[in-house]
């Protein structure tokens, strides 16, 4: 099924027809008439397509907008909008594009990533999948983090695959992408239109009221961090979601200012107490120089130390060896020695955890 099915619309849409149809791009990026890059495992590259002139780019961005029912003008000059199929599509256009009209295609999957297939890619090792999936198993609370487009939603997707098929989960999105393959799950989406807007805030406060086993949010990128936070802590662990951070412990002084956006008088230690008692388990996905994309952290939150500073271990790292024949790093995971926290709950649950996945390995 084609991207996008519209005839009309995929006749203004001509000049990229063939990335939109192609299943290897994964991102299609206009900056201006003549100047548009694809995404294809990972790299960017410069394409000869281009629209006739900047008045044949803003048409078929027009009839985009209307194909998913909302408007695009010089009053509402950002659209940020979902395809049928789920792909992503945001268009900025004058007076806040400076330079023309900016649009950005980011194209969904038709097939679920799982666990299984990060690993054939790379992504991880056998080892990180199964501490994950004892994590998961133990309803311990997690975080990805990551950068724009360094895989956090698939890394989401395919780790809350370890999700057991009995419970019951919500998930919040801003737009729906997660492709969860339990048979109990129910999907919330922001609103926002001109008569009413609904933000993930008002979603995660009324998923509270759904009975929720375990509760998954897309992307925390606002004061609803606090929300999900206490959610974690009042009877919904196991829960999950994503956040923009380049380190585990940048993702910690992220989640800090998150909070801090509700304008609560409540002293740092405060929020930190709260940040180390909900949260569990760090994961961190980077985009390397290469292109690839790999987990380069699993970190374990212990706690505060007596200075109030977070205690963070990492347990797997992503060693880097090298520039391979081929253009792309040669790489190793990395078990760092330390043992979770919750191997002993792990074994009075029943869950055999080997001491080698964590054997730090010879220099």
């Given at each position: 099924m084609p991207l996008i099915d519209n005839d009309t619309t995929r006749s203004f849409l001509a000049p990229i027809l063939a990335f939109?149809?192609?299943?290897?791009?994964?991102?299609?990026?206009?900056?201006?008439?003549?100047?548009?890059?694809?995404?294809?495992?990972?790299?960017?590259?410069?394409?000869?397509?281009?629209?006739?002139?900047?008045?044949?780019?803003?048409?078929?961005?027009?009839?985009?907008?209307?194909?998913?029912?909302?408007?695009?003008?010089?009053?509402?000059?950002?659209?940020?909008?979902?395809?049928?199929?789920?792909?992503?599509?945001?268009?900025?256009?004058?007076?806040?594009?400076?330079?023309?009209?900016?649009?950005?295609?980011?194209?969904?999957?038709?097939?679920?990533?799982?666990?299984?297939?990060?690993?054939?890619?790379?992504?991880?090792?056998?080892?990180?999948?199964?501490?994950?999936?004892?994590?998961?198993?133990?309803?311990?609370?997690?975080?990805?983090?990551?950068?724009?487009?360094?895989?956090?939603?698939?890394?989401?997707?395919?780790?809350?695959?370890?999700?057991?098929?009995?419970?019951?989960?919500?998930?919040?999105?801003?737009?729906?992408?997660?492709?969860?393959?339990?048979?109990?799950?129910?999907?919330?989406?922001?609103?926002?239109?001109?008569?009413?807007?609904?933000?993930?805030?008002?979603?995660?406060?009324?998923?509270?009221?759904?009975?929720?086993?375990?509760?998954?949010?897309?992307?925390?990128?606002?004061?609803?961090?606090l929300d999900l936070l206490q959610a974690m802590t009042t009877g919904h662990a196991g829960s999950m979601s994503t956040l923009h951070a380049n380190n585990p412990k940048q993702a910690l002084a992220r989640l800090e200012t998150l909070i801090m956006m509700n304008r609560l008088e409540m002293p740092l230690i405060a929020i930190r107490s709260q940040v180390a008692s909900a949260i569990q388990i760090i994961v961190q996905a980077n985009r390397l120089a290469d292109g690839s994309r790999r987990i380069t952290h699993i970190s374990e939150l212990i706690g505060l130390d007596e200075h109030g500073n977070y205690e963070l271990n990492d347990l797997f790292l992503l060693e880097v060896l090298g520039m391979g024949a081929n253009g792309k790093f040669n790489t190793r995971f990395v078990p760092t020695g330390i043992r979770p926290s919750f191997i002993e709950e792990a074994t009075r649950s029943g869950i055999k955890v080997p001491d080698s996945l964590f054997e730090k390995p010879a220099a």
């Open positions: 939109l149809d192609d299943d290897q791009v994964t991102e299609i990026l206009v900056n201006a008439p003549n100047d548009i890059f694809i995404e294809k495992a990972g790299r960017l590259y410069k394409t000869d397509a281009e629209f006739a002139d900047a008045d044949a780019l803003f048409a078929a961005v027009r009839n985009i907008a209307q194909y998913v029912g909302r408007r695009i003008n010089e009053d509402e000059p950002i659209l940020d909008a979902r395809l049928p199929d789920g792909s992503r599509i945001h268009i900025v256009i004058p007076p806040c594009a400076k330079d023309g009209i900016y649009m950005t295609i980011r194209k969904f999957g038709q097939k679920a990533v799982v666990m299984k297939d990060l690993i054939s890619f790379g992504a991880l090792s056998v080892e990180m999948a199964r501490v994950l999936h004892v994590a998961i198993q133990l309803k311990k609370n997690l975080i990805i983090s990551g950068a724009t487009s360094s895989g956090k939603t698939t890394l989401l997707n395919a780790i809350s695959g370890f999700i057991p098929k009995d419970q019951r989960i919500v998930v919040i999105e801003d737009a729906s992408e997660l492709q969860l393959q339990q048979p109990h799950v129910l999907r919330l989406e922001v609103l926002k239109n001109d008569r009413v807007q609904v933000e993930i805030r008002d979603l995660v406060k009324s998923s509270l009221r759904l009975r929720p086993d375990r509760i998954v949010i897309g992307e925390v990128r606002g004061p609803e961090a």
